[in-house]
């Protein structure tokens, strides 16, 4: 991987996954749970992650993460990943929303 990114997250609690089930088919991406209650699902498979605990998503698998009483998270990726998840925060069309996923070598499931 060349390079990667952090990012601190606060998740609030939720009854559904913070994101769709989705590929990133040439970048890695962790998540390190710091705090709180995380559930990381990968191909299929939901794990509980406890705080100090981490699960490495390899590019390839389909993955989505979930808290139900909320998490403090450190996310690290590769820096497309890092791009995509900021595209997705602005307003977009369906088509450029597409267009985004495409860019950033990931699409959804």
């Known amino acids: 991987m060349g390079g990667f990114v952090i990012r601190e997250w606060r ?3 939720s009854e559904h996954d913070q ?3 989705h590929v990133h088919h040439g970048g890695e991406e962790a998540f390190i749970c710091l ?3 995380l559930e990381v699902e990968v191909d299929g498979s ?3 992650v406890l705080p100090g605990g981490f699960v490495v998503v390899a590019r390839g698998s389909a993955h989505t993460f979930s808290t139900r009483d909320g998490a403090h998270v450190l996310a690290v990726m590769s820096p497309e990943i890092a791009d ?3 595209g997705l925060h602005a307003e977009l069309s369906d088509e450029e929303r597409a267009e985004l996923w495409a860019r950033c070598d ?4």
Do not use: F, K, T
Not at 106 to 109: D, E, I, K, Y
């Open 19 to 21: 994101a769709p089930v």
């Open 84 to 86: 995509l998840i900021d």
């Open 46 to 48: 939901r794990q509980r």
């Open 106 to 109: 990931s699409s959804l499931v």
């Open 35 to 37: 705090s709180g209650d």
């Open 11 to 13: 998740l609030e609690r």
